[in-house]
């Protein structure tokens, strides 16, 4: 029953170093989500993917990169770190296509201190 | 860009005690989601309305979705300790657009203490 799975769950960066988040779920979904949570701000989404081999980006894809290696994993990566990019990132998955009614499931999130 | 406002953000209230936790907006939605999270956890899915008017329970929360697709609300009745955490709502967009598929309040916050 693992669901969604995030690594690692905790890291601390220096400013201008790169990091890649990894996510993998293992419900078959179609579409993947990279969201981050900020105190008063939401949950804002980076990225997502509708299919293996398609990426878009969303409200706030500055800073990031993403890959959806295969259908089960869709990394974020920060090429160099910066202190407003930290925060909570989840990955999320859905069933269906990305505009469907379709719920999401979250995986428990990285949290990411940039000094 | 569609916006989803979540009123309260805040709600502290004793064990017992009933509790509305509302979410707004100007545009229409195919559906309204609700999630909870706890800390340290990703939101967990707790109910989807799709029908405008829709009424659902889930044993002491009921959701309600507005008759024009706009609005939602939640309800508890009684709150316990255990409702203790984050409420998210988010509706299913219509259309396309680099927010994606749902468009997420910014959560109602929920202390219930004993």
């Known amino acids: 029953n693992a669901g969604v799975t995030q690594t690692p769950k905790f890291q601390v960066l220096k400013t201008g170093q790169s990091m890649t988040l990894q996510c993998a779920q293992d419900?078959?979904?179609?579409?993947m989500y990279w969201y981050r949570q900020d105190p008063g701000m939401g949950l804002r989404l980076i990225y997502y993917s509708a299919s293996e081999g398609t990426t878009d980006k969303g409200e706030v894809p500055n800073g990031y990169n993403v890959s959806r290696l295969n259908k089960r994993e869709f990394s974020l990566r920060l090429e160099s770190a910066a202190p407003s990019q930290t925060s909570v990132y989840f990955c999320a998955s859905s069933a269906g296509g990305v505009y469907s009614n379709q719920p999401q499931h979250f995986g428990d999130g990285t949290r990411l201190s940039i000094l | 860009t569609q916006l989803l406002e979540q009123s309260p953000q805040f709600l502290s209230i004793q064990e017992g005690e009933n509790l509305t936790v509302y979410c707004n907006s100007s545009?229409?939605?195919?559906?309204l989601q609700w999630y909870r999270q706890e800390p340290g956890e990703g939101p967990v899915l707790l109910v989807t309305v799709v029908t405008g008017g829709e009424v659902k329970k889930l044993k002491r929360l009921t959701f309600q979705f507005g008759d024009a697709r706009k609005d939602s609300s939640l309800h508890i009745t009684a709150a316990q300790p255990g409702d203790t955490g984050l409420y998210l709502c988010?509706?299913?967009?219509?259309?396309?657009?680099?927010?994606?598929?749902?468009?997420f309040g910014k959560g109602t916050k929920l202390s219930v203490k004993p």
């Open positions: 988010a509706g299913a967009a219509l259309y396309g657009g680099s927010q994606g598929n749902l468009i």
């Open positions: 419900m078959n979904h179609n579409s």
């Open positions: 545009s229409v939605f195919s559906s």
